[in-house]
């Protein structure tokens, strides 16, 4: 259905129009007309016209001002302009409202009847369009709650990379580079500082999820708010600066309390909410530990980390990001990366203190047996209670400070050499061992899964580093094996085809025939007597 408005001071032109539009579109049309500019402008505004067939003269207002005026409240109308007079001021400012046709009187049918087409064709791609926006928007509503709290799982469980952050960042439209973590815990009361029945308010946070997911983005705009675990809903509120003003941390607690009373009205249950301080991206978990942390503190239904004594401050300019840098590289295995840390490190201490040879000496120490934690903890390193006996008295008794500079960044990388060897140890010992069993069991009916089991490893991250190691997969690998013990059998001995068949692992004598020409390009027979 087109709702068409015609404008014209002349009966006869409406009647015209109304007979052409009526014999050529028939009922997809409802009509309605004015004869003066200030009515036209009026029957727009209650009729909203998705088309205007507009006369240039008409008493009072004129056409060209009257279309101004609808224009302001209804972008979308197609306007078609009649006029006796073909003016050029007249005609660009049509163009400048957008006109779609300019038609001279005396009116042609033909014209009329293409413009309306031309007019009707616009309206219907308008319409397409703006259907196709609403259903994706429809489809995002859905879909972005799952990236965002994706996005969140993976910052509190630090399951992620560089990559998957810029990745989120992307299909999120983050462009700050820095955020920080708020947590929303319900329960029934508030006694003190913390919530009672936590375990049966996770069903009324679950059930009030969407409410919650309201309040916070009114409050919050472009937070990212994760799906509800237990009682509680973390949520990462990105800005651009790495830290907040006092009259930014007092309005994000303001609102905060408005979030929690808003909340509190919906769900007749009660709110605390937590705040921690400005992170960057990567660094982002520890804003939220922070928030946590915060309600544990006080009593208040707000709490903002910065307002608390929660974590250690450092004096000066000490470089926090170095220190954080060396141990992200070394758990990472990244040697190169964790030595250049170790050496800016070095350096910062010598050039800020150098009367401190002491601190200096116990800041190496602490970091190398810090830096091993990780290898331990890493599986990198076997732990033997008195394999650092000598690292006191070397640190103690070395006066040189480039000595102990290159004492330190050594340590440092021995420790990503430990982690990088000992994952890359056991994936050859498991290797090795898969191999050796294959050899010796190679005739049985053996499968991914038994070899698996036999290295007690994963089915799937066996078949992974196998992949990697041999450069074929475990049932190419397995063929290849039986394959050349059959080639030796055939050119070695007079067992029968059937035996041979047994003795390399196949039940099938046309199978293995089958399988035995598609590796070898003959089959066993013609192979045989070729040797």
Known sequence: MYKIMLADDEGIVIDSLKFIIEKEFGDVCQIEYAKTGRSVIELAENFRPDIAIMDIQMPGINGIQAMQEIRES?????????????????????????????IMKPMERNKIVAALRKAMEQIDRERAKRS????????????????????????LLQEHFTEDIDSYRTLLGIEEHYAYMAVVVCGDAQEGNHMTNAVGSSVRIQQYSQHIREALKEGFPGCIVGTAMANKVAVMVPVGEGC??????????????????????????????????????????????????????????????DDLPIRCEYGGNYPIHLEKLIFQKVENGEMDQAMGAAEDFFHWMVENYPDSVMDIRLKVLEFV????????????????????????????????????ERWFVLKISEVCQNILRKGAEKSSSVIETAREYLQTNYSRDISLDDVSRMVNISPYYFSKIFKEDTGEGFVEYLTGLRMDKAKELLTTTEYSMKEICSRVGYADPNYFSRTFKKNVGVTPTEYKEGK
């Open 369 to 404: 047996l810090w830096a091993e934690h990780f290898a331990y903890e890493n599986g990198g390193m076997t732990y033997e209670f008195n394999s650092r006996k000598d690292y006191l008295p070397t640190v103690m008794n070395t006066e040189d400070m480039k000595e102990l």
């Open 132 to 155: 196709n926006d609403l259903l994706i928007r429809e489809k995002l509503e859905t879909v972005v709650p799952i990236i965002e709290s994706g996005l969140i799982y993976d910052i």
């Open 74 to 102: 209804n972008s979308h109308v197609v306007f078609i302009v009649m006029s006796a007079y073909d003016k050029f001021d007249y005609a660009k400012e049509a163009i400048r409202l957008g006109v779609l046709e300019y």
């Open 244 to 305: 907040l003003a006092y009259n930014q941390r007092i309005e994000i607690i303001d609102k905060s309390r408005e979030i929690a009373r808003k909340l509190r009205k919906k769900t007749d249950g009660s709110f605390r909410i937590g705040i921690g301080a400005v992170k960057g991206l990567g660094e982002v978990r520890e804003s939220y530990q922070e928030a946590l942390a915060a309600l544990v503190k006080t009593t208040g239904s707000v709490a903002h980390a």
